[in-house]
Every structure is written in structure tokens, then in C-alpha cells.
């Protein structure tokens, strides 16, 4: 499975949506049920599917679908 289809699926997992709901502008300003639960369970899935560890200051930052992709891109995480 390509990264790009692990990343979407996860998100698809955590906020209950289809894959073509996600796009740059998917977020915690838009998305109502977005918040520090969903933004943890986030985090802690996307780092076991691609082996990393984030730190503080990337979860904290992982506040959309786009930010998310730069924040794996500075893992060397290929999207």
C-alpha cells in the first residue's frame, strides 16, 4: 500500500469519512469533530504505520490534513 493510501486511510479511521471528503483544507477549523482525542489517535496511528516518532511540537502542529503531510515529509516519510 502506497503512503499516500496508509495516510488517507487512517484519516478515513479516526474521522468517519470518505476519502474524497480530504483535501489541504481538511482541519481542525473545519472539521467539528476534531479535537485533542481525535488529534492523539491521529498521531499515535500514523506513527505506528510509518515507524516514527513525532515530537511535541509536530503533534501539537498536526492540525490539518496538509500540515499532517509536511509533518511526515520532515520524517522522510515520502506522500
Same mark, same amino acid.
Given at each position: ?13 479516526? &474521522? =468517519?469519512? #470518505?476519502?474524497?471528503?480530504?483535501? +489541504? /483544507? &481538511? =482541519?481542525? #477549523?473545519?472539521?467539528?469533530?476534531? +479535537? /485533542? ?43
Amino acid at each position: 500500500m502506497a503512503n499516500l493510501e496508509k495516510y488517507n486511510e487512517i484519516f478515513t479511521e479516526v &474521522f =468517519g469519512v #470518505d476519502a474524497s471528503a480530504l483535501n +489541504d /483544507s &481538511f =482541519g481542525k #477549523d473545519t472539521v467539528d469533530q476534531w +479535537d /485533542s482525542v481525535h488529534q492523539l489517535n491521529l498521531v499515535s496511528l500514523l506513527e505506528e504505520a510509518f515507524d516514527i516518532m513525532l515530537d511535541p511540537e509536530d503533534i501539537m502542529g498536526f492540525t490539518s490534513y496538509a500540515a499532517g503531510k509536511e509533518i511526515l515529509k520532515n520524517q522522510d516519510v515520502e506522500i
